[in-house]
């Protein structure tokens, strides 16, 4: 079974700070890793994936992750908030034994607060 | 381009009731996939259609059903309501059904059961 924890709930930082948000994953295969962004009010937006190439993934708003096999981690991170990075943020598990399925599986989220 | 819509944006229903939600895709996607919300929480995985047929189906009971339709929409229907059915359900939509697929997701209906 594949499953992932975020280990904040909640973090706040002050603009043009780095963001770290903190996934562990648990997969009994080769996974598929995600993070998504949440706005208020608006749908899911992937903000990048892993997928067994680099280990190091860039995306979308200046955010990147790093897969760790060793440590099962796939932290993401940002230089600089802006307060528009303001909102919920869910590390993704796609198991590659799903068969035909893409099922993701999603952590429970953490909320980001950025602050002047 | 038309991101993924989905009908209605909010419902209210009570308990015992009968609920259809609707979904398109972005055009020229084949898959559609369903998820629920719950307040606080990250969404959980219902149904994955991929070319009208069933690809995969998460931890529901069998109140909840859906279908796709020939030109790739998709209805999400839950029987029965429970006070526990209150939530953001969510639509999402890719070219494929692979593991590594990125989905792209609809902004949700909000269902609220009273």
């Known amino acids: 079974a594949q499953s992932v924890t975020q280990l904040d709930s909640h973090v706040s930082v002050s603009e043009g700070t780095p963001v770290l948000l903190r996934c562990n994953y648990s997969s009994s295969y080769s996974p598929s890793l995600f993070w998504y962004v949440q706005h208020p009010n608006k749908g899911l937006q992937l903000l990048l994936k892993y997928t067994s190439a680099a280990t190091l993934v860039k995306g979308i708003n200046g955010f990147e992750a790093e897969f760790k096999k060793s440590e099962t981690s796939f932290h993401l991170t940002k230089p600089s908030a802006h307060m528009s990075d303001a909102a919920e943020y869910f590390c993704?598990?796609?198991?590659?034994?799903?068969?035909?399925?893409?099922?993701?599986?999603f952590g429970t989220g953490t909320r980001l607060q950025v602050t002047l | 381009d038309a991101g993924v819509t989905q009908s209605p944006t909010h419902l209210i229903k009570t308990r015992g009731q009968h609920v259809t939600l609707r979904c398109s895709p972005i055009s020229g996607h084949k898959s559609v996939s369903w998820y629920q919300q719950v307040l606080g929480q990250g969404p959980q995985f219902i149904f994955q259609y991929y070319e009208k047929e069933e690809r995969g189906r998460g931890n529901f009971p069998d109140r909840f059903s859906a279908r796709q339709f020939p030109n790739y929409s998709s209805e999400l229907n839950v029987n029965a309501l429970l006070l526990g059915d209150s939530a953001l359900y969510l639509c999402?939509?890719?070219?494929?059904?692979?593991?590594?697929?990125?989905?792209?997701f609809g902004s949700g209906t909000q269902l609220s059961v009273l």
């Open positions: 993704v598990v796609s198991d590659s034994n799903t068969g035909t399925a893409s099922k993701l599986t």
């Open positions: 999402a939509s890719s070219f494929f059904h692979s593991s590594n697929e990125k989905l792209f």
